[in-house]
Protein backbone atom coordinates (compact mmCIF):
# COMPACT_ATOMS: atom_id res chain seq x y z
CA UNK A 1 0.00 0.00 0.00
CA UNK A 2 1.49 3.56 -0.78
CA UNK A 3 3.13 4.90 1.72
CA UNK A 4 1.03 8.25 1.70
CA UNK A 5 -2.27 6.48 1.82
CA UNK A 6 -1.42 4.23 4.75
CA UNK A 7 -0.15 7.62 6.61
CA UNK A 8 -2.93 9.30 5.66
CA UNK A 9 -5.89 6.63 6.73
CA UNK A 10 -3.88 6.32 9.81
CA UNK A 11 -3.93 9.85 10.43
CA UNK A 12 -7.50 10.33 9.77
CA UNK A 13 -8.18 7.64 11.96
CA UNK A 14 -6.49 8.92 14.98
CA UNK A 15 -7.89 12.74 14.64
CA UNK A 16 -11.41 11.38 14.62
CA UNK A 17 -10.37 9.38 17.70
CA UNK A 18 -9.04 11.81 19.04
CA UNK A 19 -11.91 14.78 18.67
CA UNK A 20 -14.81 11.79 20.07
CA UNK A 21 -12.33 11.26 23.69
CA UNK A 22 -10.96 14.25 24.25
CA UNK A 23 -11.89 13.56 28.32
CA UNK A 24 -9.36 12.32 30.18
CA UNK A 25 -9.06 8.85 30.98
CA UNK A 26 -9.90 8.29 34.75
CA UNK A 27 -7.58 5.15 34.62
CA UNK A 28 -4.43 5.63 37.14
CA UNK A 29 -1.50 6.14 34.71
CA UNK A 30 1.71 4.19 35.22
CA UNK A 31 5.41 4.99 34.18
CA UNK A 32 4.11 8.44 32.77
CA UNK A 33 2.64 6.87 30.12
CA UNK A 34 -0.16 8.96 28.13
CA UNK A 35 -2.87 7.55 26.42
CA UNK A 36 -2.94 8.22 22.62
CA UNK A 37 -6.68 9.53 22.84
CA UNK A 38 -5.35 12.12 25.41
CA UNK A 39 -2.37 13.43 23.51
CA UNK A 40 -4.11 16.91 22.63
CA UNK A 41 -3.53 17.79 25.96
CA UNK A 42 0.21 17.14 26.10
CA UNK A 43 2.75 17.97 23.87
CA UNK A 44 6.33 18.30 24.90
CA UNK A 45 8.29 15.08 26.47
CA UNK A 46 4.99 12.91 25.69
CA UNK A 47 5.38 8.74 26.33
CA UNK A 48 3.32 6.12 24.95
CA UNK A 49 3.30 2.69 25.11
CA UNK A 50 1.77 -0.44 22.88
CA UNK A 51 2.01 -2.57 20.09
CA UNK A 52 3.25 -1.35 17.03
CA UNK A 53 0.81 -2.18 13.75
CA UNK A 54 2.14 -1.44 10.98
CA UNK A 55 5.35 -0.15 9.61
CA UNK A 56 6.48 2.01 6.60
CA UNK A 57 10.29 2.51 6.53
CA UNK A 58 10.74 4.16 9.41
CA UNK A 59 7.09 5.67 10.63
CA UNK A 60 4.95 3.02 12.47
CA UNK A 61 1.64 3.02 13.94
CA UNK A 62 1.74 1.95 17.46
CA UNK A 63 -2.10 0.92 19.50
CA UNK A 64 -2.45 1.42 23.22
CA UNK A 65 -6.08 -0.20 23.06
CA UNK A 66 -7.08 3.66 23.53
CA UNK A 67 -6.29 4.86 20.06
CA UNK A 68 -3.64 4.86 17.31
CA UNK A 69 -0.60 7.41 16.39
CA UNK A 70 1.58 7.19 13.45
CA UNK A 71 5.51 7.45 14.98
CA UNK A 72 7.87 9.28 12.92
CA UNK A 73 11.53 7.68 13.80
CA UNK A 74 13.45 9.65 11.47
CA UNK A 75 14.88 9.02 7.96
CA UNK A 76 15.65 5.43 7.34
CA UNK A 77 18.98 6.68 5.80
CA UNK A 78 19.87 8.10 9.14
CA UNK A 79 19.08 4.99 11.47
CA UNK A 80 17.32 2.00 10.53
CA UNK A 81 15.27 0.85 13.70
CA UNK A 82 13.97 -2.20 12.23
CA UNK A 83 10.85 -2.79 14.31
CA UNK A 84 8.29 -5.80 13.60
CA UNK A 85 4.58 -5.73 13.99
CA UNK A 86 3.06 -7.04 17.12
CA UNK A 87 5.98 -5.74 18.92
CA UNK A 88 5.72 -4.25 22.46
CA UNK A 89 7.50 -0.45 22.34
CA UNK A 90 7.62 2.69 24.39
CA UNK A 91 7.99 5.93 22.43
CA UNK A 92 9.41 9.05 24.29
CA UNK A 93 8.57 12.04 21.67
CA UNK A 94 6.63 15.11 21.34
CA UNK A 95 3.63 15.89 19.39
CA UNK A 96 4.48 17.25 15.69
CA UNK A 97 2.67 19.19 13.58
CA UNK A 98 1.24 17.11 11.34
CA UNK A 99 -0.28 15.23 14.30
CA UNK A 100 1.89 12.07 14.32
CA UNK A 101 4.81 11.47 17.58
CA UNK A 102 8.36 12.61 16.62
CA UNK A 103 10.30 10.35 18.37
CA UNK A 104 13.13 10.99 20.53
CA UNK A 105 13.22 7.16 21.48
CA UNK A 106 12.16 3.70 21.62
CA UNK A 107 12.49 1.05 24.80
CA UNK A 108 11.77 -2.19 23.48
CA UNK A 109 9.81 -4.88 25.53
CA UNK A 110 13.34 -6.24 26.36
CA UNK A 111 14.42 -3.22 27.64
CA UNK A 112 16.61 -2.19 25.20
CA UNK A 113 17.19 1.27 23.68
CA UNK A 114 16.85 2.66 20.38
CA UNK A 115 17.98 6.74 20.26
CA UNK A 116 16.91 8.79 17.34
CA UNK A 117 17.39 12.05 18.42
CA UNK A 118 17.61 14.61 21.23
CA UNK A 119 15.11 16.14 22.64
CA UNK A 120 15.90 19.31 22.25
CA UNK A 121 17.36 21.54 19.01
CA UNK A 122 16.68 20.45 15.05
CA UNK A 123 16.80 16.86 14.49
CA UNK A 124 20.93 15.87 13.53
CA UNK A 125 19.98 14.78 9.72
CA UNK A 126 17.88 18.51 9.15
CA UNK A 127 21.01 19.09 6.85
CA UNK A 128 19.92 15.95 4.23
CA UNK A 129 21.70 12.93 3.57
CA UNK A 130 25.31 14.90 2.24
CA UNK A 131 25.27 16.41 5.39
CA UNK A 132 28.95 16.06 6.56
CA UNK A 133 28.26 15.55 10.56
CA UNK A 134 28.22 11.70 11.14
CA UNK A 135 25.48 10.26 13.33
CA UNK A 136 26.55 10.24 17.30
CA UNK A 137 23.51 8.03 17.98
CA UNK A 138 24.72 5.48 15.63
Known amino acids: MNKRILLG ?4 T ?12 SQAQTNN ?3 IRDL ?3 SNGTIVSGKVTNI ?12 QLIVDA ?16 TVRGELGKKGELDAFSITRADGS ?6 AEGPPPWAGGPNRA ?3 PLR
Open 56 to 67: VGNDFIIDDGTG
Open 9 to 12: LTLA
Open 133 to 135: RSN
Open 14 to 25: TICSSIIAVAPS
Open 74 to 89: GPRWWREINLQPGEQV
Open 33 to 35: TTN
Open 40 to 42: QQR
Open 113 to 118: VIDIRP
